[in-house]
């Protein structure tokens, strides 16, 4: 079975502040893509980041950074020095060819960031 | 290019009445897929299409749902005699597909349609 879990539901936090999103995936396949997503209040869905399962090199994107460690299925996003406009839903989401490409999506995490 | 486009955005409709929406995918993209998100969710998947060929449908959707692509362009979703849980908000997204390769998705911003 494949899976995404975000466990954190929501998260506030003041401006300036280093904030990390957790994404645990679960997938038997050996080659899989994982995403991140972010939907603003506006409600479109922004692609951030794609990661192969073969690439597992940290990746650093200006004030975002994703930590992707194959040992612990996780592929973490960590936004450092948070702004009020990166409040918004994330979601993390799995694919691979296996399942027709479609993708599996978290739940999502709300980030708040505040003043 | 311009993106990902939907039509309309908001749609206001009577249980029972029949709505159709539209989406324009990125021209060059050969997958378009139509999702459903409600409150607190993340997108559920409903169909997809590969060009024109719809390949595949989700086992949730009802068959008030059907979805077109015509000629591998743009995309129409319809659903038939609307009933109050429908209200929710259709994506639209679209990738080029090549190889085996898992490509990002690129969304339409959304119709969103309550139902009364």
């Known amino acids: 079975a494949q899976k995404v879990t975000q466990a954190q539901t929501e998260i506030s936090v003041v401006e300036k502040e280093d904030v990390t999103l957790d994404c645990v995936y679960e997938t038997r396949d050996t080659t899989y893509y994982l995403f991140w997503y972010k939907q603003p209040p506006s409600g479109e869905l922004v692609f951030l980041i794609r990661r192969n399962s073969f690439d597992e090199q940290n990746e650093i994107s200006g004030r975002y950074s994703w930590n992707f460690q194959k040992s612990t299925s996780s592929f973490n996003f960590t936004i450092t020095a948070s702004q009020v406009v990166d409040s918004a839903v994330y979601f993390c989401a799995l694919g691979n060819a296996g399942n027709n490409r479609k993708l599996i999506w978290g739940l999502g995490t709300s980030l708040a960031v505040n003043p | 290019d311009t993106g990902v486009s939907q039509d309309p955005r908001h749609k206001i409709t009577k249980r029972g009445q029949n709505v159709t929406f539209r989406c324009d995918p990125i021209s060059e993209h050969n997958r378009l897929y139509w999702y459903r998100q409600t409150l607190g969710q993340g997108p559920e998947f409903l169909t997809y299409?590969?060009?024109?060929?719809?390949?595949?449908k989700s086992r949730l959707l009802s068959d008030r749902f059907s979805a077109e692509r015509p000629k591998g362009s743009f995309s129409t979703l319809e659903i038939q005699r609307t009933e109050q849980g429908d209200s929710a908000m259709y994506l639209c997204?679209?990738?080029?597909?090549?190889?085996?390769?898992?490509?990002?998705?690129?969304f339409g911003p959304g119709t969103r349609l309550t139902v009364l």
């Open positions: 997204a679209s990738s080029l597909t090549t190889g085996l390769a898992v490509n990002e998705q690129f």
């Open positions: 299409f590969q060009n024109e060929a719809q390949l595949e």
